[in-house]
């Protein structure tokens, strides 16, 4: 399988999108997310990928998969680019590669 490389400037113009489409201001978001407007904006930019955390977050708040704020068709992406994956974790325990794989496949059926 060929994994696609992910577009920062795709994902942070999605991620632009779905602000603006709620009619929301960076300073709104960036407070709902407990982040720095700069870090949101940096975001939208392309400059870089949020981590999981603030993607689960976007998940909530916006009501849309992994797959679409990431740009990217249902197969054939690597996640582990995204800041944290080698660090994902359940309370205590780490995640090994098996609930990794079990966790995006739960992260791509949400809507």
């Known amino acids: 399988m060929q994994l696609e490389p992910l577009d920062t400037r795709e994902i942070g113009k999605q991620l ?3 602000r603006t489409n709620a009619r929301m201001k960076q300073v709104e ?4 997310l407990g982040i720095a407007q ?7 930019r392309g400059g870089i990928i949020p981590g999981f955390e603030i ?9 849309v998969s992994l797959e679409h704020l990431l740009c990217l068709d ?3 992406f690597d ?3 995204i800041p944290g994956y080698d660090d994902l974790r359940y309370g205590e325990h780490k ?3 098996n609930e990794k794989e079990q966790l995006m496949t739960l992260l791509s059926t949400y809507k």
Do not use: C, P, Q
């Open 55 to 63: 993607l689960i977050a976007y998940m909530k708040l916006f009501h």
């Open 29 to 32: 978001l960036s407070s709902l």
């Open 95 to 97: 995640l090994n590669a």
């Open 74 to 76: 249902a197969d054939g």
């Open 16 to 18: 632009r999108t779905l």
């Open 38 to 44: 700069s870090t949101l904006s940096l975001y939208e």
């Open 79 to 81: 996640l582990s680019v």
